[in-house]
Nanobody, 123 residues
């Protein structure tokens, strides 16, 4: 599966962005898709995943009260809605796909990665 991430940009603290991850080669319904992020000087961090079976979400505790993951199977696209953004959310956001729904936080389990989209939260 090939993944294309988009929707990043510059936003003020407290603002919102919606990231999109468009899949081709295999429909979104046939894969678990996740978002990771990497901030400058930091390790890659799991953000959220959505189940291949039933669309069940798995969202990191650090963002679960602000971020929502969803999918549109008809469009083969997964979304990450990010609200109440903070400067510490600044990072490159990557989407990734794998074929199960275990250890979603482990980037080694993902076989396909998108190119990343930059999110900058700054006033």
């Amino acid at each position: 599966v090939q993944l294309q991430a988009s929707g990043g940009g510059l936003v003020q603290p407290g603002g919102s962005l919606r990231l999109s991850c468009a899949a081709s080669g295999r429909t979104v319904s046939g894969a678990a898709v996740a978002w990771f992020r990497r901030a400058p000087g930091k390790e890659r961090e799991f953000v959220a995943a959505i189940s291949r079976i039933d669309g069940r979400p798995d969202v990191a505790d650090s963002v679960k009260d602000r971020f929502t993951i969803s999918r549109d199977n008809a469009k083969s696209t997964v979304y990450l809605q990010m609200n109440s953004l903070k400067p510490e959310d600044t990072a490159v956001y990557y989407c990734a796909a794998k074929t199960d729904f275990f250890r979603n936080y482990d980037p080694r389990k993902y076989h396909s990665w998108g190119q990343g989209t930059q999110v900058t939260v700054s006033s």
